[in-house]
């Protein structure tokens, strides 16, 4: 199967697999779609060991990174990661830290250990914390692709992507969006649509994708937000997709690094066990829904802080329930960022059977079409 971006990054066929797991992205680029890695929850040096975990595994497949920067932020001038997390802290009010730690405490999450709380707070979620992930990543000869969500990505990062013959295009869930994305002379763009899975808008996908093909033609375009089978390929495909964008597929495939008691949660998920909230990241972003989620989204509560302030709000909660995510009541207050197409995946299958099975669904559901056709 073939589009221009297949092409321009020597891939087989136009799936793109988000993921924050390595196996996951070597599997993928290996199976003839693109694998590209999250590197929001990393630090820098562990960003370089995963990364060099794929450069020694992948062969000569190509992948992605994917950093999280957005377009406006409290701290924005603020380019010294350390100096940046103190100040962000000083604007936290105590009440919704107090808020957060019951909340974990009620449900039975223990503590981190000790030399666990060291660890820096603030997530890839900021340019002075995005910029060392980038570094570590640019450069790679096999690492083809930058994608940014929340935001157009800088231009500094942007030209240097291109200096190093990568692609580079954005998230975005509305129009306006994605022509400022074009503006910026990036190479494609990822419509992702309101049920899809992690940050995302208000407008569903089948309104959101040809709205966005249609406004920044010709540049290549990648759909998102509930492409979990051929069909709803071929729907994004039918629309003007370059390719799909894929996140939810991935979080419980048998290469997936998620503790069991998190992926027996996705496995167990309804699409409409999913919820856009604001209490992970202080962005609307769809996850499971749970006591978390429900007790920050109530109106007599305290109302959940900005991005990335929220981050810090939440780091505890997520750091002890993926230590712990099977312990007590974890998953009541675990993040588990998932889209709505999760009510359709409820078996375990590996990275390349799910490529095999969407091309094979693809071509089901295209003879179908074609067949409506009068001869
Ligand atoms: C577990 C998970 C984590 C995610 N984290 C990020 C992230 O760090 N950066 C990002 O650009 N998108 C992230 N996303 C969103 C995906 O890039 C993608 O837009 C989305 O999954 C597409 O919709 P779908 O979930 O219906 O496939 C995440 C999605 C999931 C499911």
Redesign the pocket.
């Known amino acids: 199967m073939y589009t221009n971006i297949c092409d321009q990054l020597g891939i087989d066929v136009p799936i793109f697999a988000?993921s924050?797991c390595r196996d996951v992205v070597v599997e993928v680029s290996k199976a003839g779609g693109l694998g590209v890695l999250?590197a929001?929850w990393f630090t820098p040096d562990e960003f370089r060991v995963e990364l060099d975990w794929i450069d020694a595994h992948i062969g000569d497949a190509p992948y992605g990174i994917?950093l999280?920067i957005p377009q406006k932020y409290e701290g924005m001038d603020e380019t010294d990661p350390v100096k940046l997390e103190k100040r962000l802290w000083e604007t936290i009010p105590a009440e919704h830290l107090e808020f957060a730690r019951k909340l974990v405490a009620d449900h039975k999450v223990p503590e981190l250990p000790a030399e666990e709380t060291e660890r820096p707070a603030l997530p890839g979620a900021t340019y002075a914390t995005a910029l060392p992930l980038f570094l570590e990543g640019v450069g790679r000869p096999n690492c083809k692709l930058l994608?940014n969500?929340l935001g157009t990505p800088p231009a500094d990062i942007v030209d240097l992507a291109h200096e190093n013959h990568m692609l580079v295009g954005a998230?975005c869930g509305k129009v306006k969006q994605a022509i400022a994305h074009r503006d910026a002379g990036l190479d494609f763009i990822i419509a992702?649509g309101g049920?899809?899975?992690?940050?995302c808008g208000e407008i569903g996908s089948v309104v959101l994708w040809p709205q966005v093909v249609d406004a920044v033609a010709p540049i290549p375009v990648l759909c998102?937000?509930?492409?979990g089978n051929g069909r709803q390929m071929l729907a994004a495909m039918a629309m003007g997709a370059a390719g799909v964008?894929?996140?939810?597929?991935w979080?419980t495939v048998e290469e997936s690094a998620e503790p069991p008691a998190i992926t027996e949660s996705y496995l167990n998920c309804t699409s409409e066990g999913t919820v856009r909230t604001r209490s992970w990241t202080g962005k609307p972003g769809r996850v499971i829904r749970n006591a978390w989620s429900d007790a920050w989204d109530a109106k007599d509560n305290p109302e959940p802080m900005g991005a990335p302030q929220q981050f810090l709000v939440s780091n505890d909660a997520m750091r002890r329930t993926l230590m712990y995510a099977g312990a007590g009541d974890a998953q009541q207050v675990a993040m588990s960022?998932?889209?709505q197409?999760i009510g359709q995946i409820n078996e375990v299958e590996s990275c390349r059977s799910a490529i095999h099975r969407l091309m094979e669904e693809y071509i089901d559901a295209l003879e179908r079409v074609n067949s409506l056709m009068p001869e």
């Open positions: 988000f924050h999250g929001g994917d999280v994608a969500a998230l992702v049920e899809g899975g992690g940050h998102g937000g509930g492409v964008w894929t996140g939810t597929l979080v960022p998932v889209g197409v």
